[in-house]
């Protein structure tokens, strides 16, 4: 890995573990979804969060000699409703504990306005209206992480299957207009783009050409599987070519470009197995390195 | 409002039902949440996409995860009926809790008040949720508002 290559990581999973034995320096970070470090009783319970101490240790164990980046899953940021303060607090001490590179949300809603967690649980990412209202409401909220935690917050692009008719402007412009107001990086999940392609017919080139170039900071990749008609980000196959093309052609022209990551859920990794997951980190190694070949030649 | 526009949302993504009634009559909507006309119209035409199928179908798959990574045996013994226990079960309790643990004792419960279970699936949920009951008496143990402490520590 040269300076100015992106580096190279895994989305950490309970397999994660033997692949960082077996493949040591070859991953340069990991990625923490640092909402699977505790069990949460709910916003009403006296003694809140209990956490899972055992992969608490584990972690620890992989990560001395690696850089750590947190992505979550629970603030929600589009939700009509305000940041869960202890959540954030339990975000911020892990990435005390575990210095985050930085930390990545979702443009998606995992709650429900006007119920409180754990009950506000909308079960699964759902779309957000591309309005200037959720981008104020967003906004806030980054600038609450960015003071809360004191290091760069990323938003991640999401699949969705229902795209809201009528948006005030697109997705692209939504995340430009973000990092204008914000500094709000962008974590670009290539994959997620490709469900959407096949879901809702959009066009890859037009979306990444309507991208500012700056806001880019990390590139997601992972593979899916069909689900009666639709395609769905579940995580569970190597990334697939036109995935890859994608980010050949493109990734390059990201100068702030930090991270490229490979994501599977640990309920795959027989099917993907190590030698797979090997396979992955090699190609985005090449990548890297490609980037950082392109970046010298500009320089 | 977007608070209701969201909460329409999500309860739309957890109900079929509710789904095939506003399909059948959108001012279902206007009824149920206070809607400007741009979010009732924007509800309308999701509600009436072929992607709100594959909301609906993941969510159902997302509620019932916890329940099968907990719960593996008890819901082989009780395959042909899972689909209509999961749904009643989900009509008692409509809000998913976050906590695996929590949804899956959750479940257990429902179901050993099932008098139709045979003698093979209560023993399978007998044997599962004792395991369950464990697990989750251990996380309440250790629940604490002690945060994450760093390697230095």
């Given at each position: 890995?040269?300076?100015n290559?992106p ?23 990991v ?6 470090l ?16 055992a ?39 892990t ?7 930085w930390?990545?949300?979702h443009?998606?809603?995992f ?15 759902l779309?957000?209206v591309?309005d ?22 990323l938003?991640?692009?999401s ?13 692209p412009?939504?995340?430009?207009r ?13 994959h997620?783009?490709y469900a ?18 700056r ?17 769905t ?46 396979q ?6 090449d ?11 500009v320089? | 409002?977007?608070?209701?526009f ?10 079929p ?8 009559n ?20 999701i509600?009436?996409s ?8 993941l ?16 819901c ?13 079960y ?25 008098e ?38």
């Amino acid at each position: 890995m040269h300076g100015n290559e992106p580096i190279v990581g895994l989305l950490y999973n309970p397999a994660v573990p033997s692949v960082l034995d077996a493949l040591g320096s070859q991953v340069d970070f990991v990625e923490v979804i640092p909402d699977r470090l505790w069990y949460d009783f709910g916003v009403t319970a006296s003694r809140r969060f209990s956490h899972a101490s055992a992969a608490i240790d584990e972690l620890r164990d992989h990560v001395k000699s690696r850089r750590v980046i947190g992505h979550g899953i629970g603030l929600s940021l589009p939700s009509a409703m305000p940041l869960d303060g202890r959540l954030l607090d339990e975000v911020v001490a892990t990435h005390r504990a575990f210095n985050f590179e930085w930390y990545s949300e979702h443009l998606s809603m995992f709650l429900v306005p006007g119920r409180s967690v754990p009950n506000a649980q909308a079960g699964m990412g759902l779309p957000v209206v591309l309005d200037d209202e959720t981008l104020r409401l967003v906004a806030g909220k980054v600038r609450q992480l960015q003071q809360a935690l004191g290091t760069e917050i990323l938003l991640e692009n999401s699949t969705i299957f229902s795209a809201i008719p009528e948006p005030d402007m697109t997705e692209p412009a939504f995340f430009n207009r973000l990092y204008e107001e914000t500094g709000c990086g962008m974590l670009l999940d290539l994959h997620n783009l490709y469900a959407n392609t096949i879901n809702l017919g959009m066009s890859a080139d037009e979306y990444l050409s309507e991208i500012d170039p700056r806001i880019v900071r990390e590139i997601h990749l992972a593979g899916g599987d069909w689900l009666k008609g639709h395609y769905t980000d579940s995580h569970s196959r190597a990334t697939p070519s036109p995935v890859w093309k994608w980010a050949y052609e493109w990734a390059p022209r990201f100068p702030n470009l930090g991270a490229i990551t490979f994501e599977y859920h640990e309920s795959y990794h027989k099917r993907i197995g190590l030698s797979g997951v090997a396979q992955e980190i090699e190609k985005m190694h090449d990548l890297a390195h490609d980037i950082g070949s392109q970046r010298r030649e500009v320089a | 409002m977007l608070v209701h526009f969201q909460k329409a949302l999500a309860d739309l993504t957890a109900s079929p039902a509710l789904c095939r009634e506003v399909r059948e009559n959108p001012d279902v909507l206007r009824e149920l949440y206070q809607l400007s006309e741009k979010e009732w119209r924007r509800l309308v035409s999701i509600t009436a996409s072929k992607g709100m199928e594959a909301n609906c179908m993941l969510y159902r798959a997302n509620r019932l995860a916890p329940v099968a990574l907990n719960l593996p045996e008890t819901c082989e013994a009780i395959r042909d009926d899972l689909n209509r226990l999961i749904s009643a079960y989900w009509d008692s309790e409509p809000i998913t809790d976050v906590h695996f643990l929590v949804e899956a004792d959750r479940f257990c419960c429902f179901l050993e008040h099932q008098e139709e279970l045979s003698p093979q699936a209560r023993e399978a949920l007998a044997r599962e949720h004792a395991v369950v009951s464990a697990k989750l008496a251990a996380t309440r143990q250790n629940a604490t508002q002690v945060t994450v402490k760093s390697p230095t520590e």
